[in-house]
């Protein structure tokens, strides 16, 4: 397989108990690189699988890692069947009806092994609202640090445990009015103590911060914004931490501790799915619904409203992502147009192209959001193939193509020399060294 070229179109990487881990969807850094794993290169059913492990339900959250300790989430239907809860959401013909109860449940796996240590059942209900046909009732990724793991359900709440299981305790934030019925998927964030959820709908959106070890709400902030699924994303500016969450109207950034808005800015379009990512001093920001825009803005010194001025470095209206959130890593921001195979790598402070995008051959839908470690790029699509593809200064080239019998929607997770990915029925480790499953 060969990448086709197509025409017209800060980080810290010292090693930190953080970096060595994976504790949130997109990784230690909050964009998708891993600074201190090297998964491997090659893998297939039958090569560098160490285990493959049954879930008990269904979800498009991925897997989160803290030492030795796998948490993953899931929604399980339960009981008999019952007449379709109905949904009458504009555009919600493509949704899937729901018909039974869901258990929504958090489980932990043993990394070496794969086994279930323990599951827990933090609620079941028979759900107010569905989701699209491509998504499921369990999309939003958990966190976890050195002492707490938190599920988030969204309207079917927030949930603090210990590592072994023991609720500590539960919040319910509300019940989301999604656009077209089509589920919820923004994932929270966690910074120190401070737990962050983006609770953007049609109808009273807002950004909360809570205390992560009892669920005490900090703060909130209303936000004058439609539903999107981006999820929050943290910034270290000087002094200061910022909560960056995008927008249909505004993206926009808050202090952490106070959750006074520092800046705003406009150009992005309806529907936002990709999140922001972090780095170099900058926040890169995409959608691709209506319009396509790419935008990266230089935070030091922003503030007030920000469109149109300096602090846009530079923006992009072409190729520019939909549901996968961009990637960045070292000098380089990787994104995928739409949800399609095809790729472009852009240099961080100046927006430049040196080459690309590139077709992805054989890869077309592709609802996770690329990875990397070791100087490679991993991107999976929903068929079971996952692209390997070099890191360097000048053009990528493919490494491998490997493929499992699965389906695969959520983000992969990196951390040591394993790299684990959650399918529509198996979470499967992948580590080199592995003889056999």
Same mark, same amino acid.
């Given at each position: 397989?060969?990448?086709?070229?197509?025409?017209?179109?800060?980080?810290?990487?010292?090693?930190?108990?953080?970096?060595?881990?994976?504790?949130?969807?997109?990784?230690?850094?909050?964009?998708?690189?891993?600074?201190?794993? !090297?998964?491997? $290169?090659? %893998? /297939?059913? @039958?090569?560098?699988?160490?285990?493959?492990?049954?879930?008990? *339900?269904? &979800?498009? +959250?991925?897997?989160?890692?803290?030492?030795?300790?796998?948490?993953?989430?899931?929604?399980?239907?339960?009981?008999?069947?019952?007449?379709?809860?109905?949904?009458?959401?504009?555009?919600?013909?493509?949704?899937?009806?729901?018909?039974?109860?869901?258990?929504?449940?958090?489980?932990?796996?043993?990394?070496?092994?794969?086994?279930?240590?323990?599951?827990?059942?933090?609620?079941?209900?028979?759900?107010?609202?569905?989701?699209?046909?491509?998504?499921?009732?369990?999309?939003?990724?958990?966190?976890?640090?050195?002492?707490?793991?938190?599920?988030?359900?969204?309207?079917?709440?927030?949930?603090?445990?210990?590592? !072994?299981?023991? $609720?500590? %305790? /539960?919040? @319910?934030?509300?019940?989301?009015?999604?656009?077209?019925?089509? *589920?919820? &998927?923004? +994932?929270?964030?966690?910074?120190?103590?401070?737990?962050?959820?983006?609770?953007?709908?049609?109808?009273?959106?807002?950004?909360?911060?809570?205390?992560?070890?009892?669920?005490?709400?900090?703060?909130?902030?209303?936000?004058?914004?439609?539903?999107?699924?981006?999820?929050?994303?943290?910034?270290?500016?000087?002094?200061?931490?910022?909560?960056?969450?995008?927008?249909?109207?505004?993206?926009?950034?808050?202090?952490?501790?106070?959750?006074?808005?520092?800046?705003?800015?406009?150009?992005?379009?309806?529907?936002?799915?990709?999140?922001?990512?972090?780095?170099?001093?900058?926040?890169?920001?995409?959608?691709?619904?209506?319009?396509?825009?790419?935008?990266?803005?230089?935070?030091?010194?922003?503030?007030?409203?920000?469109?149109? *001025?300096?602090?846009?470095?530079?923006?992009?209206?072409?190729?520019?992502?939909?549901?996968?959130?961009?990637?960045?890593?070292?000098?380089?921001?990787?994104?995928?147009?739409?949800?399609?195979?095809?790729?472009?790598?852009?240099?961080?402070?100046?927006?430049?192209?040196?080459?690309?995008?590139?077709?992805?051959?054989?890869?077309?839908?592709?609802?996770?959001?690329?990875?990397?470690?070791?100087?490679?790029?991993?991107?999976?699509?929903?068929?079971?193939?996952?692209?390997?593809?070099?890191?360097?200064?000048?053009?990528?080239?493919?490494?491998?193509?490997?493929?499992?019998?699965?389906?695969?929607?959520?983000?992969?997770?990196?951390?040591?020399?394993?790299?684990?990915?959650?399918?529509?029925?198996?979470?499967?480790?992948?580590?080199?060294?592995?003889?056999?499953?």
């Amino acid at each position: 397989m060969t990448l086709v070229p197509l025409t017209g179109f800060a980080q810290d990487g010292a090693a930190s108990e953080q970096t060595l881990n994976w504790p949130g969807w997109r990784g230690p850094l909050g964009n998708g690189s891993a600074p201190s794993a !090297d998964p491997p $290169l090659s %893998w /297939s059913e @039958d090569k560098n699988v160490r285990w493959k492990t049954a879930l008990p *339900g269904a &979800g498009h +959250s991925s897997p989160v890692v803290w030492g030795q300790r796998i948490f993953v989430t899931a929604a399980v239907p339960v009981g008999e069947e019952l007449p379709p809860v109905p949904d009458d959401a504009p555009g919600a013909h493509d949704n899937a009806p729901i018909t039974r109860k869901q258990r929504f449940v958090a489980l932990c796996l043993d990394r070496e092994t794969g086994e279930i240590l323990w599951q827990q059942t933090a609620r079941e209900t028979l759900p107010r609202a569905g989701a699209h046909v491509s998504g499921t009732l369990a999309s939003s990724s958990p966190v976890v640090d050195g002492e707490v793991f938190v599920a988030y359900f969204g309207s079917n709440g927030l949930f603090g445990y210990t590592h !072994d299981g023991k $609720l500590l %305790w /539960s919040r @319910d934030l509300g019940q989301m009015q999604v656009k077209h019925g089509h *589920g919820e &998927g923004s +994932s929270p964030v966690l910074h120190g103590g401070t737990l962050v959820v983006n609770w953007d709908h049609e109808g009273a959106s807002f950004v909360a911060a809570l205390n992560r070890s009892n669920g005490e709400e900090l703060w909130r902030v209303q936000r004058d914004e439609v539903t999107s699924w981006a999820s929050p994303a943290i910034a270290q500016v000087g002094k200061t931490t910022q909560v960056i969450v995008s927008g249909t109207k505004r993206a926009r950034g808050y202090d952490l501790i106070t959750g006074k808005q520092i800046w705003e800015c406009g150009g992005l379009s309806h529907n936002v799915v990709a999140s922001p990512v972090v780095g170099e001093g900058m926040v890169i920001l995409g959608s691709s619904y209506e319009k396509k825009s790419l935008i990266a803005i230089g935070l030091e010194g922003a503030t007030g409203d920000l469109t149109g *001025g300096e602090h846009v470095t530079w923006t992009r209206k072409r190729g520019t992502p939909y549901v996968p959130s961009p990637l960045l890593h070292g000098e380089w921001v990787y994104y995928l147009s739409h949800y399609q195979g095809v790729l472009s790598r852009v240099h961080v402070r100046t927006g430049s192209e040196p080459a690309g995008p590139f077709r992805l051959e054989g890869m077309y839908n592709i609802y996770s959001s690329p990875v990397a470690a070791a100087e490679r790029i991993y991107i999976t699509d929903r068929d079971g193939a996952t692209l390997v593809l070099s890191h360097t200064d000048g053009d990528p080239e493919v490494l491998a193509v490997n493929n499992l019998d699965d389906s695969f929607s959520a983000s992969a997770a990196l951390v040591g020399r394993d790299l684990l990915l959650r399918g529509e029925q198996h979470l499967y480790c992948l580590s080199e060294d592995s003889s056999g499953k």
